[in-house]
């Protein structure tokens, strides 16, 4: 009998891309939405008559249940999140109940439904924030610097403390910053990808950013799903740290992005303080080697092949339809 996944945030980036690879594996896969007007499913279109979409919110405990009780998940893969750490500044309170106590009410839904299912926290790198150390491993001490990165802290020890507590079986992983050409249009690395490949057909002449000294360690979000997977096949619930180990910065990024479409940066991009974030995090950069060792994971896609697929695929989306 095909094994049953339930994941929350299914229209994201990381749900789309972990339903697919769930599909390949021949899970049978149940997507959870909220109850919305605007729910946007461009990024499951390809595969959405072969998952099943069901309602249900983070902010509503009793719809985790029913839905548990009515699907009986193997595994809970929770992506669902208020997950822009700009938005969290402004909403910080919406982004505590979504990020931080919807996590809770999954875990306790799983705990009074069925302890035996395996459950997977999106936890993240914004929680190290104002990092004690570089690289940051499983044992960094966390010192976030956003709402987001606060709420995302007490996700990950919630996690633990059930799995502590219950004899759950949930992992947290904390993935640094994962990239593709269905990233929102709110994140850094698409707005350059998309901002390059507009100027690039005329569409535009300028791209506005924030700070362009800031360094991440960015990744190749179909790579991360698999490790994703792989953390709830262990034996033994875990926290794992996913990343590539080397950091780039937006500047670099920029200039990368502009080549991709023989453009110099420089002639394009002007710095605006409004995406200035009101505290910046320091250096962040991921020791992966834990997950390495446990299940072989390894990022397979370089910083510049995932530049190019943005901007490849920005070019593509806005040819086809060159009024967006």
Known sequence: MARRALITGITGQDGSYLAELLLDKGYEVIGMVRRSSTVNYQRIAHIQDR????????????????????????????????????????????????TALGVTRILDAIRLVDGDIRFYQASSSEMFGQAQEVPQNERTPLHPRSPYGVAKVYGHWITVNYRESYGLHATSGILFNHESPRRGMEF????????????????????????????????????????????????????????????????????????????????????????????????????SSKAAAAFG????????????????????????????
Not at 201 to 220: K, Q, S, T, V
């Open 297 to 324: 994971w390894r990022p397979k896609t370089s910083f510049a092949e995932l530049v190019a697929l943005m901007v490849d695929a920005d070019l593509a989306l806005l040819q086809d339809s060159p009024r967006s």
């Open 188 to 287: 850094v690395t698409r707005k350059i990808t998309h901002g390059a490949a507009r100027i690039k057909l005329g569409l535009a002449d300028e791209l506005a950013l924030g700070n362009l000294d800031a360094e991440r360690d960015w990744g190749y979000a179909a790579d991360y799903v698999e490790a994703m997977w792989a953390m709830l096949q262990q034996d033994e619930p875990s926290d794992y740290v996913i990343g590539t180990g080397q950091t780039h910065s937006v500047r670099a990024l920029c200039e990368f992005a502009f080549q991709c479409v023989g453009l110099d940066y420089r002639n394009h991009v002007v710095t605006d303080e409004r995406f200035m974030r009101p505290a910046e995090v320091d250096l962040l950069v991921a020791d």
């Open 51 to 98: 998952v099943s979409i069901v309602t249900g919110d983070l902010l509503d405990q009793v719809s985790m249940i029913e839905i548990l009780r009515t699907y009986r998940p193997d595994e809970v893969y929770n992506l669902a999140a208020q997950s822009f750490v700009q938005t969290s500044f402004s909403q910080p309170v919406l982004t505590g109940e979504t």
